[in-house]
């Protein structure tokens, strides 16, 4: 991959892999979830519960991983997290009971956001920011979750895939949403054998002996607190809740979520290259509201308009700001701890996304159980308004190094 940094090492180019191999199983399930739960008989307040479920389950793992994980091997941690994804994409293509479902959920890795909420997310983002040099961390951020973007795109297309194998072949459409599932598993192993040609230099801070949050406890955990509202808004429009949200407003099919979701990724993706460009002229924290309050106004807008076209239309113009500003958060977090404190940062920054993230489906699915009005995107786009106002003005002034 020579389109990234310099000083990026071949442990750099494996995450990307494993990222985009991740991105898109996740953005083919978190499309097929909705409509696979709906088709075993769930109401729209059991698919809220089981997507809260999997948001809980997924802050408990990435708390396990990033705080009490301390010393173990970073590889071994990924391998078994990698085995994990595949137990879980079997099991949801064996299982059809709620209460066994609700369980793998919670103990599991599926993600119904088609983002990266998992337990990978601490060890890799620790990993990958010791792989380049300081000045080009945001750089290298962007093009990780570019890769996990544009493959998460292509997932939600290819969720189409299952509907139209069991139409040509006059099949169970049941049955074909399985093999999507079944898919989940084989991509797991995948990725399990591609964390073992991870270098012993993964293991550097760890080895060393890596200490818990000292010297960056109080701004992590306000910017913990901070992006916590974020997820908190950003849960009530999960994706696999915007395709119920899109099926029940304007009669729009699994396949034509998955093309708009498709539409929405890559739109995402392309405008991540901006983040490094943006962060190294007006600052990460400047980087990450100017391009994410615009694109919440945008969400607000799509849950209130009457038609599919314009709701659809807003919806692409908040995915071509609402992604920008990943890889500056991610890079700003890494940039003001020091090394030994990243894993645990990244932890403790994330948890308590996933925590704030796992409430809302649960109410989000309520209302659309009440009405088809877009009320959870409006209460979403709302929460994530106020915290770009609080970000900015609490973040401003706090400059990492790289930025000196």
């Given at each position: 991959m020579a389109l990234l940094p310099p000083s990026a090492t071949e442990d750099a180019r494996y995450l990307l892999l494993t990222?985009?191999?991740?991105?898109?199983?996740?953005?083919?399930?978190?499309?097929?979830?909705?409509?696979?739960?709906?088709?075993?008989?769930?109401?729209?307040?059991?698919?809220?519960?089981?997507?809260?479920?999997?948001?809980?389950?997924?802050?408990?793992?990435?708390?396990?991983?990033?705080?009490?994980?301390?010393?173990?091997?970073?590889?071994?941690?990924?391998?078994?997290?990698?085995?994990?994804?595949?137990?879980?994409?079997?099991?949801?293509?064996?299982?059809?009971?709620?209460?066994?479902?609700?369980?793998?959920?919670?103990?599991?890795?599926?993600?119904?956001?088609?983002?990266?909420?998992?337990?990978?997310?601490?060890?890799?983002?620790?990993?990958?920011?010791?792989?380049?040099?300081?000045?080009?961390?945001?750089?290298?951020?962007?093009?990780?979750?570019?890769?996990?973007?544009?493959?998460?795109?292509?997932?939600?297309?290819?969720?189409?895939?299952?509907?139209?194998?069991?139409?040509?072949?006059?099949?169970?459409?049941?049955?074909?949403?399985?093999?999507g599932f079944l898919f989940y598993a084989a991509v797991a192993a995948v990725v399990a054998a591609i964390y073992r040609r991870l270098s012993p230099s993964v293991e550097r801070a760890v080895l060393a002996g890596q200490a818990p949050l000292a010297r960056s406890r109080r701004v992590v955990l306000q910017l913990a607190t901070l992006f916590s509202l974020d997820a908190f808004g950003g849960g009530f429009v999960v994706q696999s809740l915007l395709v119920l949200w899109l099926y029940r407003r304007f009669q729009l099919s699994v396949a034509s979520a998955g093309a708009i979701f498709f539409g929405a990724g890559m739109v995402g993706a392309l405008s991540q290259f901006l983040s490094a460009k943006l962060a190294a002229r007006i600052g990460h924290v400047r980087t990450m509201v100017y391009t994410h309050l615009p694109a919440n106004l945008f969400l607000v807008a799509a849950g209130v308009v009457p038609s599919a076209p314009l709701a659809v239309t807003f919806l692409l113009l908040r995915a071509s700001l609402s992604s920008m500003d990943v890889p500056a958060r991610q890079a700003y977090v890494m940039a003001l701890v020091p090394p030994e404190e990243r894993m645990a940062a990244s932890s403790v920054t994330n948890v308590p996304r996933s925590l704030a993230a796992a409430i809302p489906p649960v109410f989000a699915g309520i209302l659309l159980d009440r009405s088809a009005f877009g009320w959870p995107l409006v209460l979403g786009g709302v929460l994530k308004v106020l915290y770009d106002f609080l970000l900015l003005v609490q973040f401003r002034a706090l400059r990492p190094p790289v930025e000196r």
């Open positions: 990222r985009a191999l991740r991105g898109f199983a996740d953005g083919l399930v978190s499309v097929l979830l909705a409509g696979y739960l709906t088709r075993l008989g769930f109401t729209p307040f059991r698919v809220g519960a089981l997507v809260t479920g999997t948001l809980l389950g997924s802050a408990a793992l990435t708390t396990a991983v990033g705080l009490a994980g301390q010393g173990v091997e970073r590889r071994r941690v990924l391998f078994f997290a990698a085995l994990l994804m595949l137990v879980t994409g079997i099991g949801f293509a064996g299982l059809s009971a709620f209460w066994p479902l609700l369980m793998l959920a919670v103990v599991g890795t599926l993600n119904p956001t088609a983002g990266d909420v998992s337990v990978f997310l601490p060890v890799e983002q620790a990993v990958l920011a010791e792989t380049v040099r300081g000045s080009e961390r945001t750089a290298v951020f962007a093009w990780y979750n570019v890769a996990g973007t544009l493959a998460g795109g292509l997932g939600a297309l290819a969720s189409g895939v299952p509907e139209m194998v069991a139409r040509l072949a006059g099949a169970d459409p049941l049955a074909a949403e399985r093999g």
